[in-house]
């Protein structure tokens, strides 16, 4: 158990020196259906491109590496109870679904569930964009405004072994889902 806890303590802390931490600047949902930006690296260099659909039904948008090849989709999942959207990968597979749980006014819970592998758990403040998405106790990213220099920016910071492009499509869907008509 004590060792569990100090594995999980260890790996977290790696956040806090930058040891294996891949860190990005994402745009605010100050974008709408139609609208693109870039997802940046520390430097400021452009990485991905958000490419936000416009004249679908549902609410679209595909991640594009620099090469303007597709990474990732994010789609909205109309007509749901509960708030969801999808994210699928390069060939429109999906491999993740991100989901609002109904909790209440004051605290939202969401989960990121992988189609192969662990479903990943978010806590923290979603509106102020300041959470992290873990995997049983494990960071295996963080959302801050703190880091980002412009006002409609916020920083993204990726662990060791995280999948990059289905935790930046998580963040799209969760940015999109919790500013809803920003």
Same mark, same amino acid.
């Given at each position: 158990m004590f060792g569990?806890?100090? /594995?999980?303590?260890?790996?977290?802390? /790696?956040? %806090?020196?930058?040891?294996? $931490?891949?860190?990005?600047?994402?745009?605010?949902? /100050?974008?709408?259906i139609g609208d693109d930006y870039w997802i940046d690296d520390d430097e400021g260099e =452009?990485?991905?491109?958000?490419?936000?659909?416009? *004249?679908?039904l549902r609410k679209t948008f595909v991640l594009e590496n620099r090469d303007g090849q597709r990474v990732a989709a994010v789609q909205s999942r109309p007509a749901r109870i509960k708030e969801s959207m999808e994210i699928e990968d390069a060939h429109g597979n999906r491999i993740a679904l991100v989901k609002k749980a109904l909790v209440g006014p004051v605290r939202d819970r969401w989960s990121i569930k992988q189609e192969n592998g662990?479903? *990943?758990?978010? =806590?923290?403040?979603?509106? %102020?964009?300041?959470?992290?998405?873990?995997? %049983?106790?494990?960071? $295996?990213?963080e959302i801050s405004k703190k880091w980002g220099r412009l006002r409609d920016t916020y920083g993204l910071a990726v662990g060791p072994g995280g999948d990059h492009a289905t935790v930046l499509a998580a963040a799209i869907a969760i940015d999109t889902m919790a500013h809803p008509g920003d």
């Open positions: 569990a806890r100090r /594995a999980r303590r260890k790996a977290n802390r /790696a956040f %806090d020196r930058g040891e294996g $931490v891949t860190r990005y600047r994402m745009r605010q949902k /100050a974008l709408s =452009h990485l991905y491109k958000v490419d936000g659909k416009a *004249l679908r662990p479903e *990943l758990t978010v =806590h923290g403040n979603i509106v %102020d964009h300041e959470y992290t998405i873990e995997n %049983d106790g494990f960071t $295996v990213a």
